[in-house]
T-cell receptor
Framework: AQKITQTQPGMFVQEKEAVTLDCTYD???????LFWYKQPSSGEMIFLIY??????QNATEGRYSLNFQKARKSANLVISASQLGDSAMYFC?????????????FGKGTRLSVIA | EPEVTQTPSHQVTQMGQEVILRCVPI?????FYWYRQILGQKVEFLVS????????KSEIFDDQFSVERPDGSNFTLKIRSTKLEDSAMYFC?????????????FGPGTRLTVT
């Protein structure tokens, strides 16, 4: 069963505008973590932001924030003030903690293109 | 800032050949992982390694694959007899000093091309 769903294969955003990348997840484990990674054309995986299932507040890291809606099982990434350098693939991922240090499960990704 | 390194950055090999992909995880990390990403697709988990043994592996990680930590620093992925469908980017990752360490640090990847 698909554990991470990213429904937007591609998104366009004007430079300096904000953009939301959608992610929904499926788990029965009450303890889990949600991650967003950026993959530029060079191929490396860059960690952006993390949200724990018990965190009371939405995570923020600079221009990145995570809109965590636990009841809806969604963990959308919001990028504010988009820059040309934000053009990349963005992957949502999850880890479940019920059995220790488990691997990440990734979604299919969203390709973000920032337009000048 | 400490980082995960991987060598080589790109490897081209002929079908049926053995390849070894190398990784140096962050030095005080205890958990190590290999993931792969076929071009244009999502990142998929292959195997995790802890305390000198495999802790979890996916269906992809069949008998053609093996992992080793031959010394205190390197972590290797071996593919015994490569197939065309093994062409992918292979990422090594490591994570922290306890089971609750949440972040996995990824290396830059090795692009494997099987011809």
């Amino acid at each position: 069963a698909q554990k991470i769903t990213q429904t937007q294969p591609g998104m366009f955003v004007q430079e300096k505008e904000a953009v939301t990348l959608d992610c929904t997840y499926d788990t029965s484990d009450p303890s889990y973590g949600l991650f967003w990674y950026k993959q530029p054309s060079s191929g490396e995986m860059i960690f952006l932001i993390y949200q724990g299932s018990y965190d009371q507040q939405n995570a923020t890291e600079g221009r990145y924030s995570l809109n965590f809606q636990k009841a809806r099982k969604s963990a959308n990434l919001v990028i504010s003030a988009s820059q040309l350098g934000d053009s990349a693939m963005y992957f949502c991922a999850m880890r479940e903690w019920n059995s220790g240090n488990t691997p990440l499960v990734f979604g299919k990704g969203t390709r973000l293109s920032v337009i000048a | 800032e400490p980082e995960v390194t991987q060598t080589p950055s790109h490897q081209v090999t002929q079908m049926g050949q053995e390849v070894i992909l190398r990784c140096v995880p962050i030095s005080n990390h205890l958990y190590f992982y290999w993931y792969r990403q076929i071009l244009g697709q999502k990142v998929e988990f292959l195997v995790s390694f802890y305390n000198n043994e495999i802790s979890e592996k996916s269906e992809i990680f069949d008998d053609q694959f093996s992992v080793e930590r031959p010394d205190g620093s390197n972590f290797t992925l071996k593919i015994r007899s490569t197939k065309l469908e093994d062409s992918a980017m292979y990422f090594c990752a490591s994570s922290g000093v306890s089971a609750s360490s949440y972040e996995q640090y990824f290396g830059p990847g090795t692009r494997l091309t099987v011809t």
